[in-house]
């Protein structure tokens, strides 16, 4: 069966300072994956998505960054945090081919100070 | 450019009261729409999936809706519990991308 991981699942970072959070996932090859962020009162924003290794797709203009170096790897990075990343940030992934569902990650809080 | 809005934001309802959340969406050109729980501080579980070709789906306590021509989905919970308390969001799928709303968050009365 396919599972999600994400790492790590809290981390407070000083503002100013470098962030890289990852996503796995096991048990599927070749899957479109996601990288969306949920701040509080404000939904769920698509940040990045990959239909492919090295192919990275961003949805809004920030101090944020998506490298998909394998496969079944999602990687989110910043060189230098700001207040405003704080939020709750999930990853996901779906099926190549067309109409399927969605599959969430655990998640990962990220508490700028 | 879509838009998905959930009507209400909030709703909080005794035990074994039947209800309804609502979703809609400005383009009806989606692949499909899917509702999701969310528990807080988790992910996202997926609860229901109706493809646009099909009216409705059933899981359960829970029938999910879709009129793709009026941009409307709704989410019945039947019989509901304290353990249906949770964030329920609803999503549309374009090309390669989900537009998600903002979410109903349901508490449910024991």
């Known amino acids: 069966s396919q599972t999600i991981h994400q790492w790590p699942a809290t981390l407070v970072q000083p503002v100013g300072s470098p962030l890289s959070l990852e996503c796995t996932v096991e048990?599927?090859?070749?899957?479109?994956l996601y990288w969306y962020r949920q701040a509080a009162g404000r939904g769920l924003q698509l940040l990045f998505y990959s239909v492919g290794i090295g192919q990275i797709s961003s949805e809004v203009p920030q101090n944020l960054s998506a490298s998909r170096p394998q496969d079944r790897q999602f990687i989110l990075s910043s060189k230098k945090l700001l207040l405003s990343d704080s939020g709750f940030y999930l990853c996901a992934w779906s099926v190549q081919e067309g109409l399927e569902t969605q599959y969430f990650g655990p998640g990962t809080r990220l508490l700028v100070l | 450019k879509q838009e998905v809005t959930q009507i209400p934001a909030a709703l909080s309802v005794p035990e074994g009261e039947n209800l309804v959340l609502n979703c809609s969406f400005t383009?009806?050109?989606?692949?499909?729409l899917q509702w999701f729980r969310q528990d807080p501080g988790k992910g996202l579980t997926s609860l229901l999936l109706i493809q646009s070709s099909q009216r409705e789906q059933t899981s359960g306590r829970l029938n999910a809706s879709l009129d793709k021509s009026s941009g409307r989905s709704t989410l019945y919970i039947a019989a509901s519990q304290p353990g249906d308390s949770a964030t329920y969001l609803c999503a549309v799928k374009g090309t390669y991308k989900y537009i998600f709303g903002t979410g109903t968050r349901l508490k449910v009365l024991a």
């Open positions: 383009d009806s050109a989606i692949y499909n």
């Open positions: 048990g599927t090859s070749n899957p479109n």
